[in-house]
């Protein structure tokens, strides 16, 4: 009996023993089936970045005539960040996309709320709604851009629809006016991303326990006091990480903005992607590209970790 007792705890240790070598080899296992497709992803990621660092810190162009593996001849250190930090241009870009993001997402976040909560509950043709609703983000970019730059032609409907609510002829140069024509880009752009906004909204609202609303119901609490105790609370990482979405997005946008004004009237509607886009077609200034595209790198990076921490979180 003594013995039984005895070999019992061996028998066990010995069991758990065999199940943590299994579980290691199954986890060598993984790791090894994994480690093509890993080290795949890493280099697909890696690289890139390591030769644009590679050539933000040298004057390389392709006008060199030298391969760009060959760059490190035209070094040239930290010139390029410094260059960076005095371009006026280069900060005019920035500030007017920061003014398109500060319209922008505000706007289509307010929008895309509203129609979440309306389309919350069922009604009467909201299928068919909702679909039309979400019809904007299905189109190309390139194609939104040429819808909008032909809406605010000179003699286009916007014109026409105000020549005829005021009773005489309307001819705004919507898109020549400096002063005007970063108004066509931000309404393009709100039109386009709202939907985006209403879909992540919704999805959130959608996500919230009903028990618990129905239980505030019980106790009496209005609809505003359910959404704002219950609603809003649950839904801070959804609303964090979709507003995250388009400030990155804001950042990137390009197609519909160079094709209503292609950066224009002068510069008065060059957003950094379209500074980019010109520094680098245009003048071939490379090394200069790469260092600004780093920079807007690192910045969006911490957008991003800042929503991703805040999701974690969640």
């Known amino acids: 009996m003594t013995d039984m007792t005895s070999n019992t705890p061996s028998r066990s240790q010995s069991q758990s023993a065999a199940d943590e070598g299994a579980g290691r080899e199954e986890k060598r296992l993984g790791f090894a089936l994994t480690l093509p497709a890993q080290l795949l992803v890493l280099f697909i990621a ?3 970045i390591l030769m644009q660092v590679y050539i933000s810190l040298t004057d390389w162009s392709p006008l060199d005539g030298i391969p760009w593996y060959r760059a490190y001849e035209l070094w040239i250190g930290l010139t390029n960040y410094v260059d960076l930090a ?4 280069f900060w ?7 003014i398109v993001m500060l319209i922008c997402v505000p706007v289509q976040f307010l929008l895309g709320l509203g129609l979440a909560i309306l389309f919350v509950d069922e009604f009467p043709g909201r299928r068919a709604m909702y679909s039309t609703i979400l019809v904007p983000m299905m189109v190309v970019p390139a194609v939104a851009g040429y819808m909008f730059f032909m809406l605010f032609q000179s ?3 916007i014109n026409g629809i105000l020549s005829f609510l005021l009773g005489s002829s309307v001819q705004i140069a919507w898109l020549s006016d400096p002063d005007l024509a970063l108004l066509g880009v931000i309404i393009s752009d709100i039109w386009q991303w709202t939907p985006l906004m209403f879909l992540i909204l919704l999805a959130g609202m959608l996500s919230v326990p009903q028990d618990q609303q129905m239980a505030a119901v019980l106790l009496g609490a209005g609809w505003w006091r ?19 979405i388009r400030v990155i997005e804001n950042f990137k946008v390009f197609d519909n903005f160079y094709i209503i004004t292609g950066g224009g009237p002068g510069v008065a509607t060059e957003t950094i992607s379209i500074y980019i886009y010109k520094v680098t077609q245009n003048d071939l200034i490379w090394g200069y590209v790469a260092a600004i595209a780093l920079a807007i790198l690192i910045v969006l990076s911490i957008v991003s970790g800042m929503a991703i921490s805040r999701m974690r979180k969640g």
């Open 226 to 244: 359910r959404f704002f105790t219950i609603v809003l609370p649950r839904m801070k990482t959804i609303i964090v990480i979709a507003i995250a």
């Open 92 to 98: 005019s870009a920035i500030w007017r996309t920061l």
């Open 46 to 48: 890696l690289f890139p």
């Open 155 to 157: 003699g286009g409907p």
């Open 86 to 89: 005095g371009d006026p241009r």
